[in-house]
């Protein structure tokens, strides 16, 4: 009995489990057995493959874009040198046929007379358009730097609607191509320019072509009369952009100017 009593009595033994560290995920735990290393160079590998995709991605992205820029522009030319080709087909036709005095008068169709002469220079009348169209042709001419053309037209705006909502405009840009004109007429520029001034003393065109008349002054040599004149434009419109131009202009050209 008291053998067993003392059984009873003793302990019994725990059973002691050999010591296990924790398991890390797999990336930490094969990068342990691998030292780090291998598997820290194969991760900055993925992601600078997948840097690259990106930039790959936003290259044909900026591709794209510059392809449709590029056919944009390319439709924009082709569209313009239609325009260009066709506007000098009509006028290349029409200045053969005022040539050669062949013009058909038919219904809508131009019509040509004989027109004043100025100087030893018939100049023909030009009928069956109306002024604005007259007018919106010869400011497309300048813009294609087809000056002769150009002077044709705006001389025709000038004869056929003398008085005309147009006939001030058409003065101050004859004496604007004139003067820009690859071997210039200052003279005719002159005549143009002071027309609007004379005969149009209200419109809105007398400041730019007294401005203009000024320059053109200028480079036909009378150093006085373009300084009177810019000086002019100045002082009757203070505040205006062409007052600031001919402020810039006497400064900059006339200093130096003697007649």
């Given at each position: 009995m008291a053998a067993a009593t003392t059984n009873a009595a003793t302990p019994q033994t725990v059973q002691q489990l050999p010591f296990e560290a924790p398991v890390e995920d797999n990336l930490s735990a094969t990068g342990a057995e691998g030292g780090g290393?291998?598997?820290?160079?194969?991760?900055?590998?993925?992601?600078?493959?997948?840097?690259?995709?990106?930039?790959?991605?936003?290259?044909?992205?900026?591709?794209?874009?510059?392809?449709?820029?590029?056919?944009?522009?390319?439709?924009?030319?082709?569209?313009?040198?239609?325009r260009y080709l066709e506007l000098d087909s009509r006028f290349q036709s029409l200045r053969g046929q005022l040539s050669s005095g062949t013009l058909a008068a038919e219904p809508g169709s131009?019509?040509?007379?004989?027109?004043?002469?100025?100087?030893?220079?018939?100049?023909?009348?030009?009928?069956?358009?109306?002024?604005?169209?007259?007018?919106?042709?010869?400011?497309?001419?300048?813009?294609?730097?087809?000056?002769?053309?150009?002077?044709?037209?705006?001389?025709?705006v000038i004869d056929r609607y003398p008085t005309g909502t147009y006939a001030a405009n058409a003065y101050y840009w004859l004496g604007e191509v004139y003067a820009a004109k690859p071997e210039p007429n200052y003279e005719k520029a002159r005549q143009a320019l002071t027309q609007v001034i004379e005969f149009f003393p209200d419109h809105q065109k007398v400041a730019d072509a007294a401005f203009k008349l000024g320059k053109v002054y200028h480079l036909m040599g009378d150093c006085d009369k373009a300084r009177e004149l810019l000086t002019q434009v100045v002082e009757q419109y203070p505040g205006k952009s062409v007052a600031k131009l001919g402020g810039s202009y006497l400064r900059d050209n006339m200093s130096n100017c003697q007649p």
């Open positions: 290393g291998a598997d820290k160079g194969e991760i900055e590998g993925i992601e600078t493959q997948y840097h690259l995709q990106l930039l790959e991605q936003d290259v044909l992205t900026l591709r794209g874009l510059v392809e449709e820029l590029q056919h944009q522009l390319q439709r924009l030319k082709k569209t313009q040198d239609d131009v019509v040509v007379t004989e027109g004043p002469v100025v100087g030893e220079i018939a100049f023909p009348t030009i009928t069956g358009q109306s002024e604005k169209a007259l007018y919106d042709t010869a400011l497309e001419l300048i813009r294609n730097r087809q000056y002769d053309l150009a002077i044709t037209q705006l001389q025709a």
